[in-house]
């Protein structure tokens, strides 16, 4: 639509995604984009399906990138790919704790852990709350990743380390958001539904969901 009446709305964009990336993008309108700022500050954890294949290594990390290397990968298993994965994790939760400015000894922090609010309240580099191996079928693999304060770009080059730390190598063939905070893929509108009634649906249905997470972290 056009005209006078529309040129006060204003639409902003939360964590964006890059073009190789799909998934829930979370946009705000009006109100919306204080509200946006509002769940930036909260700092809430992002997930993503990550696909992977075993056997190449690129410039980009993407399946679709110029080839620069070319390696076996029959001597990866499930286990030896899932004790990476436990390796980095272990790494990542360290980062969390020291990023988190909180003393671990006080009741703050245990409250805080078994809520789930253990997060950085301020800038860091990326980090990785949670991973795990979803399909495993050589030279393909499927991820689940949790994590704060990421690129899409990040988490192809995680699959590539990944393939190295394996003796191997390894391009992503697929980063896909499936939750943006209190966000997830059911909330998402394809693009048949991109009109008034499903839009005011959306922000309907998300409205308690959004007022709950800032009274929860913000106060």
Same mark, same amino acid.
């Given at each position: 639509?056009?005209?006078?009446?529309?040129?006060?709305?204003? #639409?902003? =964009?939360?964590?964006?995604?890059? !073009?190789?990336? $799909?998934?829930?993008?979370?946009?705000? #309108?009006?109100?919306?984009?204080?509200?946006?700022?509002?769940?930036?500050?909260?700092?809430?954890?992002?997930?993503?399906?990550?696909?992977? *294949?075993?056997?190449?290594?690129?410039?980009?990390? $993407?399946?679709?990138?110029?080839?620069?290397?070319?390696?076996?990968?029959?001597?990866?298993?499930?286990?030896?790919?899932?004790?990476?994965?436990?390796?980095?994790?272990?790494?990542?939760?360290?980062?969390?704790?020291?990023?988190?400015?909180?003393?671990?000894?006080?009741?703050?922090?245990?409250?805080?852990?078994?809520?789930?609010?253990?997060?950085?309240?301020?800038? $860091?580099?990326?980090? #990785?709350?949670? !991973?795990?191996?979803?399909?495993?079928? *050589?030279?393909?693999?499927?991820?689940?990743?949790?994590?704060?304060?990421?690129? +899409?770009?990040?988490?192809?080059?995680? !699959?590539?380390? #990944?393939?190295?730390?394996?003796?191997? $190598?390894? !391009?992503?063939?697929?980063?896909?958001?499936?939750?943006?905070?209190?966000?997830?893929?059911?909330?998402?509108?394809?693009?048949?539904?991109?009109?008034? +009634?499903?839009?005011?649906?959306?922000?309907?249905?998300?409205?308690?969901?959004?007022? =709950?997470?800032?009274?929860?972290?913000?106060?």
């Amino acid at each position: 639509v056009r005209g006078p009446r529309f040129r006060r709305l204003k #639409i902003g =964009a939360g964590h964006r995604l890059d !073009v190789k990336a $799909s998934g829930v993008f979370v946009l705000g #309108i009006g109100h919306g984009n204080k509200l946006l700022t509002d769940l930036y500050n909260c700092h809430l954890t992002k997930v993503y399906t990550v696909g992977g *294949l075993f056997g190449k290594a690129t410039d980009d990390f $993407s399946d679709t990138g110029k080839l620069v290397e070319k390696t076996t990968f029959d001597h990866i298993t499930r286990e030896k790919l899932e004790r990476i994965l436990a390796v980095i994790q272990g790494t990542n939760h360290k980062a969390l704790l020291m990023y988190s400015n909180i003393d671990m000894k006080t009741q703050e922090a245990y409250e805080l852990a078994v809520k789930g609010l253990l997060r950085p309240m301020g800038k $860091s580099p990326p980090i #990785i709350t949670a !991973v795990r191996c979803l399909q495993f079928a *050589l030279p393909e693999f499927q991820l689940e990743i949790h994590c704060l304060h990421e690129t +899409q770009q990040y988490l192809r080059k995680v !699959v590539h380390e #990944i393939g190295l730390e394996l003796k191997s $190598s390894a !391009v992503c063939t697929q980063v896909r958001r499936v939750r943006d905070g209190v966000f997830t893929l059911d909330d998402a509108l394809p693009r048949t539904q991109w009109n008034l +009634q499903s839009i005011q649906e959306a922000i309907q249905n998300c409205q308690l969901r959004v007022e =709950a997470e800032l009274e929860k972290t913000l106060g």
